[in-house]
């Protein structure tokens, strides 16, 4: 079976630009949590979706935005990128909401 | 102010012996504790957890221990192997997300 998958793996934007990244979970789990992590630090909760719901924010400003489809794929967006948005962005899908399993992240560079 | 914080950076140790890391957390209504294990370049890898009403849950060679008193729980790896080596992370969970620590790099030495 497919774990997490996270798209694009790299991603190099300049400041005030947006972009979008995507994760599909687990075949048959229905919630999707998004986390940021830089270096030195373990992951930051920003978002979880749970039937196209949104069920939890971590502090995060609103240029951050989520969405999670019919098929409990995901979306991240943010909006005017700054330069401490360049981080390890993860995904992780889980049927409980407890035990969750991560893609492989999605490395973004703003320059 | 950091909810979870595992005080140690770095544990080296000897293969065959016992790799034991640190986790101590500061919010009671955490309810699931987890460890994950991740290697550079990739997502953190699931590796045990503990709900808050059990004080001991061991898969293999990894046993997790949690003392609810004194919020801390601590992961101990026996024996330990040199692909053991990697960042540990806790994680608590409560209303909603996990919440991590900020890492302990374990290094397994043949």
């Known amino acids: 079976d497919a774990g997490v998958t996270q798209s694009p793996t790299h991603l190099i934007k300049t400041r005030g630009q947006h972009v979008t990244l995507r994760c599909s979970p687990i075949?048959?789990?229905?919630?999707v949590s998004w986390y940021q992590q830089v270096l030195g630090q373990g992951p930051q909760f920003i978002f979880q979706?749970?039937?196209?719901?949104?069920?939890g924010r971590g502090n995060f400003p609103d240029r951050f935005s989520a969405r999670q489809f019919p098929n409990y794929s995901s979306e991240l967006n943010v909006n005017a990128l700054l330069l401490g948005d360049s981080a390890l962005y993860l995904c992780a899908s889980s049927l409980a909401a407890a035990e969750q399993y991560f893609g492989p992240g999605t490395r973004l560079t703003v320059t | 102010d950091q909810q979870v914080k595992q005080n140690s950076p770095s544990l080296s140790v000897q293969e065959g012996r016992i790799s034991i890391l640190n986790c101590d957390y500061t919010n009671s209504m955490f309810d699931y504790f987890l460890w994950y294990k991740k290697y550079p370049a990739e997502g953190p890898t699931f590796l045990i957890s503990?709900?808050?009403?059990?004080d001991k849950n061991e898969d293999g060679r990894f046993t997790v221990f949690l003392n609810k008193s004194a919020k801390h729980l601590s992961l101990h790896i026996v024996p330990s192997q040199p692909g053991d080596s990697a960042v540990y992370f806790c994680?608590?969970?409560?209303?909603?997300?996990?919440?991590f620590g900020k890492g302990t790099m374990l290094l397994v030495s043949p």
């Open positions: 979706y749970y039937e196209k719901e949104e069920r």
């Open positions: 075949s048959g789990h229905k919630s």
């Open positions: 503990i709900s808050s009403i059990k």
């Open positions: 994680a608590a969970s409560g209303s909603w997300g996990l919440t």
